[in-house]
Structure formats: structure tokens, C-alpha cells
């Protein structure tokens, strides 16, 4: 048998795509396994999230780590000689060390990476690939990609107000060619942006910088790519948007900073609807702020039928906030991001109150980033469905697609792409 109790627990601070520190974990076992993870870091954070630890202070403009690696040597005390295979009963050890309702005493940070890299562990002492491990022989979907062809938001200084400007390809065959779909769509949008004298670089996400004047021609701009792409908007390929809106709203006021207006929440919702008749529009996340519960009923009521509308901000993958988001009609979707919850128990609880709802299930990686690959095999071995991890430039976004690809090709013949299947409403597609 082996021995997999946990023998040593170390951290380290590594810098992550923004050039800012963050949090790595190493885990070895009694048998010699060792394993890492990183945590990545949001910027669009809902208030809801588990706490990033930060120095605060001067040192890279406050955001230094040592006080999350100190919670790393506290935490390693506690861990050591459990057995890593427990990662409920580890990481309810975690939650209880830490004995805050936000994380804030460790460090979420601290406590996502230990967790991760605890479930790391595990899977290689059963020398299993992650997703395989948590699989655990039940059927997996390779996830219909979600991926960036233009970053705005809080990613981009705010130069346009929508946070994301995204394509799916659904009625692609397979998840590789859901990805040479994307990757002709991103060189065509960027011919184009070179053409219109718009090319900036590209923004945290790796999608171009918005250099537009309204969001609506980032969206023109988005279905000519497709089109030069050589493919069917609306049949082939949709666009997926994620407005981030707590970003910008407060209150039931939002106030569009490009177009210098002001819109309470009836008129902020007839204008995401004017987008979806005018645009092939598959899926909508956070379309209100976080404290707009009503407008996000609303919502949802109106366009649940032909929309995946997803609640990221407003859910935070808390478990029994999607439970209460299906119980109200706020959302039919959930983004699950392993460092919100804070521990990959609590991650997996919410993805599970999204599957028990009938919602979408979208596995997501934040601004902030790394080569660590986790959320790859997390979106594989729990068959979420879907996966949103950026654009498709910058190697810490590229690292992650590449991963399903490698997961794919190992299942041969046996892959299969979820596609619409993913998607928590009928389309015409089907
Ligand atoms: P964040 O952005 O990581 O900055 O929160 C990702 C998202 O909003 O989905
Ligand atoms: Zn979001």
C-alpha cells in the first residue's frame, strides 16, 4: 500500500502573468511523491470571494506575500501526517485552522494553493493523471471552450465597458477543432484590428486591447472576424460575453463610462437584450452587478430560454449561493473558480449544487495567472462541461488549452466534446 500521509508542506512566492507575487505550494508524501500548485489572482473580484493575503505596505505596491507564506509554515504543522487521499477531511482542517467566514486570517491564497496541492499529490501517488483520478471511472466530456478575442473591463484600464468579448464553438466536432475554430477567429480579429489602425497589444487576458469607441463595435468587429474566419456566426460559432457589471454598477445604476451614460437597471437589462436580437449571443455572465439580485431575476426570466447567463461575481462558487440562485431565478449557469471558494471541497460543493440545478457548469482561471494547469483537469475530471481560461495568446491562457489537448488525445476515439450539450438551454443547434 502506498503510504501517501503528507510529510512535508513548503511555500514559495513565484510571480504570476501579471508580474505580481503569488503563491506556490509544494506537497510530498511519505511514499516520495511530490506535487505543486500556484493561486492565481482576480481583479474583477466579487465581494463575496475568499481573501487574497497581502502585504500591504509599499513592497510591489502592497501586494507582496510573505504574510500567506507564514500561513503556509502554520498550515504545514497541522497537515503533516494526514493522509493526502483525504481531501475533504484535509481541507475541512483548512477552513477550521483558518476559522474566518472569508479566509482572511490565512489567506485564501495560501489555503487554495495547499489545497490544490494536496489534490496534485493524491493523483500522482495513484500515479493517475488529475482528471483521471477525480473522474474515478465515471464518463468525462472534453469542455467546450470559452475563450477571448477582445479584453476590456478591468483588464483592459477600463478602455471599453464589457470585461469580455468572447467566442464558443459548439457545433464544432471536437474540442481540437473547437480550438482551430478560435485560433482562426483570434488571427482574423487581429488582422482586422491591424487594418482599422486599432491594434494595441493585447490586454491581461491575451484578447486584443479594445481600442473601440462603443461596445457595440467591439461586437461588428467580432462577427467579421468570425465571418473572415470563414465561419457561420449564429450556426457554427457564438459569442459569449462576460460585462462584469459589479464592475461598473452600483445601487441599480450602472454607469457606461465609453458611452457617458447612466442606466438603472430596467434600461441596462433592454440593452443586454437589444444585444442578444442583434448578435448570435450564447452566453451572458454577470450581466448586473452583484448586489442587483432582483435585476439578475429579471434577467434571466426574460432571456433563460436562449441564454446561458452565468453568475460569477454574484455566486462567488458558493455552494449555497447557487443553490439560492436556482431556487430564485437569478442565474442558469455558475462560474466555478477554485479560489474563490478557497479549498477544492468547497469548489467541487458548488459545482455540484450547478449540476443538482440543471445550470451550466463553467470552470474558469482569473486575470491573474500561471503555468499551473489544475483548472484544466478539474474542468475534464468533473466533466463540467465548460472551460474559460482568456484568450488564446500568452502561455499561462495557452498552457491550459494545450493541457485538454494533450487530456483529449491520450482518450483517443473515446473523447467526447460536450458542445451544446453544455449549454443549460435549447438551441436550434441541437
Ligand atoms: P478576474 O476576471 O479573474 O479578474 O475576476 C475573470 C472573470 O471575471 O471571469
Ligand atoms: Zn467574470
Known amino acids: ?63 507582496d506575500v510573505t504574510k500567506a507564506l507564514s ?32 479566509r482572511s486570517r490565512l489567506g485564501g491564497n495560501a489555503i487554495v494553493a495547499t489545497s490544490m496541492a494536496v489534490l496534485q499529490a493524491a493523483a500522482a501517488s495513484a500515479g493517475e493523471p488529475l482528471w483521471r483520478y477525480l473522474a474515478d471511472g465515471r464518463p468525462v466530456r472534453m469542455p467546450l471552450p470559452e475563450v477571448q478575442i477582445f479584453g476590456g473591463g478591468a483588464h483592459a484600464a ?41 491594434l494595441q497589444g493585447v490586454a491581461d487576458e491575451g484578447g486584443y486591447w479594445p481600442a473601440f469607441d462603443s461596445n457595440e463595435q467591439a461586437l461588428d468587429m467580432l462577427m467579421r472576424a468570425i465571418a473572415d474566419a470563414g465561419l457561420r456566426a449564429g450556426e457554427q460559432v457564438g459569442i459569449s460575453l462576460d460585462i462584469a457589471a459589479s464592475e461598473f ?30 448578435y448570435p449571443i450564447l452566453s451572458i455572465e454577470d450581466p448586473l452587478a452583484e448586489d442587483d439580485q432582483d435585476g439578475f431575476r429579471r434577467f434571466t426570466a426574460a432571456h433563460g430560454g436562449r441564454c446561458q447567463i452565468i453568475g460569477d461575481d454574484l455566486l462567488v462558487t458558493n455552494a449555497a449561493r447557487v443553490a439560492s440562485s436556482a431556487a430564485e431565478g437569478y442565474t442558469n449557469a455558475v462560474l466555478i473558480k477554485p479560489n474563490q471558494a478557497g479549498t ?68 483517443g476515439r473515446d473523447a467526447v466534446f460536450s458542445g451544446w450539450s453544455a449549454l443549460p438551454f435549447k438551441h436550434r443547434g441541437r
Not at 516520495?32 to 497581502?54: D, F, H, K, M, Q
Not at 504545514?76 to 485552522?97: K, M, P
Not at 437589462?269 to 436580437?277: V, Y
Open 158 to 198: 477600463r478602455r471599453v465597458d464589457v470585461q469580455d468579448f468572447m467566442v464558443m464553438c459548439p457545433a464544432a466536432g471536437s474540442f481540437s477543432e473547437a480550438l482551430e475554430w478560435t485560433a482562426e477567429i483570434y488571427l482574423a480579429a487581429g488582422a482586422l484590428m491591424k487594418k482599422a489602425g486599432k
Open 1 to 63: 500500500m502506498t503510504d501517501t500521509r503528507i510529510t512535508r508542506l513548503q511555500g514559495r512566492r513565484v510571480w504570476d502573468s501579471r508580474g505580481r507575487p503569488t503563491v506556490e505550494a509544494d506537497v510530498a508524501l511519505a511514499c516520495g511523491v511530490t506535487a505543486r500548485a500556484i493561486a492565481p489572482a482576480g481583479a474583477s473580484t466579487g465581494s463575496g470571494e475568499a481573501l487574497e493575503l497581502r502585504d500591504g505596505g509599499t513592497r510591489f505596491g502592497g501586494l
Open 249 to 278: 454598477g452600483r445601487d441599480g445604476r450602472y454607469v457606461l463610462a465609453l458611452d457617458g451614460r447612466s442606466l438603472d437597471t430596467g434600461e441596462m437589462i433592454a440593452m443586454l437584450g437589444g444585444w442578444l436580437d442583434a
Open 344 to 411: 477544492i471541497t468547497e469548489t467541487h460543493a458548488a459545482l455540484a449544487a450547478g449540476r443538482q440545478a440543471g445550470f451550466g457548469t463553467i470552470v474558469s482561471a482569473r486575470s491573474g495567472e500561471t503555468e499551473d494547469v489544475t483548472i484544466a483537469h478539474l474542468s475534464v475530471g468533473w466533466d463540467a462541461g465548460q472551460l474559460k481560461v482568456g484568450s488564446f495568446s500568452r502561455s499561462e491562457r495557452m498552457a491550459k488549452w494545450n493541457e485538454v489537448l494533450r487530456i483529449e488525445e491520450s482518450l
Open 71 to 102: 500561513s503556509i509554515r502554520e498550515i504545514a504543522s497541522s497537515l503533516e501526517g494526514l493522509d493526502a487521499r483525504d481531501q475533504a477531511g484535509i481541507d475541512t482542517r483548512l477552513v477550521a485552522l483558518d476559522g474566518t467566514a472569508n
